[in-house]
């Protein structure tokens, strides 16, 4: 669950551009291709290295590195949707009409994401009515299941969509505002463990379904052009987007790094790139799931490898600060 937004500039725009520049110029993708690929690329996802997600409320810990890549997640997965659906309108037999572009700009871009944003709004204001007031001020029936969290993100992304809103926007503010309703009460910590279980579970199985893809050949289409753009990007690039991202915010130096070089990629890049080639088909489907899973399987080897050691240090570190003060 959320708090606030992170302490940190949008890095979104940089990196999005950085990746559309590679694939259109460097590896020869056309233009809707690469638009695609830095739209599948943006998402980040802690839920693969847990050690840098935010800890259960109420625990009395500032963590500005685990809250900003956890709080930079919800808002790339929505920010992301945009650009996927400009892809999928560029990749359409019928597309390069000007007016198309304009329709994009109105509808996926400024009525979708404001549409998500007041549906989480609202729907977060209406559920913690339910959830926390009646209960303890209306002898209402209590709810004390930590499956509400489930229950509650499907309910949120289904009215959102039924809108045509962006549902992943409207379950991140959502989230927000139902934190922020009751910041201090204990359920907010079932619903924390609960999802976090449901999570870990989830992963499992999208990680035994993407291990069987890497046998059966998924990476076959690799070539050396797309291994060294795989390297630059989680190394360089997400790392140098991320710090611009962070110039004039408050956080010491070593925040600024972590935060820059666990850009994890996982989870929300594969459905991405799922959902565009559902809706319409594209030049190089078989390279862009080459490439996407590449980065994936890079991004879990090096980010779950110093995940650990690196966010303990940083905690150690803080400590032996406070500790002083």
């Known amino acids: 669950m959320g708090y606030t ?9 940089p990196l999005y551009c950085q990746c559309c520049f590679t694939g259109h110029l460097i590896l020869k993708f056309d233009v809707a291709s690469a638009i695609l690929l830095g739209a599948i690329l943006a998402p980040t996802d802690p839920v693969l290295a847990s050690d840098v997600q935010v800890d259960p409320p109420m625990e009395g810990r500032k963590e500005n590195v685990r809250f900003s890549l956890t709080a930079e997640a919800g808002m790339n997965d929505g920010m992301a949707f945009p650009f996927t659906w400009l892809a999928i309108l560029l990749a359409a037999p019928s597309a390069g009409d000007i007016n198309d572009i304009s329709l994009w700009f109105a509808r996926d871009v400024l009525y979708k994401i404001i549409a998500g944003v007041v549906c989480g709004i609202l729907m977060g204001r209406l559920l913690a009515y339910l959830i926390f007031y009646l209960p303890e001020k209306k002898n209402f029936v209590a709810i004390k299941d930590g499956f509400v969290a489930v229950a509650t993100t499907l309910i949120v992304y289904g009215v959102t969509e039924m809108v045509h809103g962006y549902g992943f926007i409207a379950v991140f503010v959502t989230a927000i505002t139902l934190r922020n ?3 201090h009460h204990k359920y907010h910590k079932k619903l924390h463990d609960f999802t976090d279980q449901i999570e870990r579970i989830l992963l499992s199985i ?16 690799l070539n050396w052009e797309m291994i060294a753009i795989g390297v ?5 690039v997400r790392p140098v987007t991320a ?5 004039g915010t408050r956080l010491k130096p070593k925040e600024k790094f972590v935060i820059s070089f666990f850009g994890i990629r996982g989870i929300g890049s594969f459905f991405y790139l799922a ?18 899973s590449f980065i994936v399987l890079l991004s879990l080897l090096i980010h779950g490898v110093t ?18 003060v």
């Open 206 to 221: 999208v990680l035994i379904v993407f291990g069987g893809s890497l046998v059966h050949g998924i990476l076959k289409p």
């Open 243 to 247: 710090w611009l991202g962070m110039i």
């Open 5 to 13: 937004f992170p302490p940190y500039k949008h890095h979104y725009g």
């Open 307 to 324: 995940a650990t050691t690196t966010i303990q240090k940083l905690e150690k570190e803080a400590e032996k600060e406070a500790s002083k």
């Open 232 to 236: 630059v990007f989680i190394v360089l």
């Open 275 to 292: 959902f565009a080639l559902q809706q319409t088909s594209f030049s190089v489907e078989k390279e862009l799931w080459a490439i996407v």
């Open 181 to 183: 309703y009751e910041l």
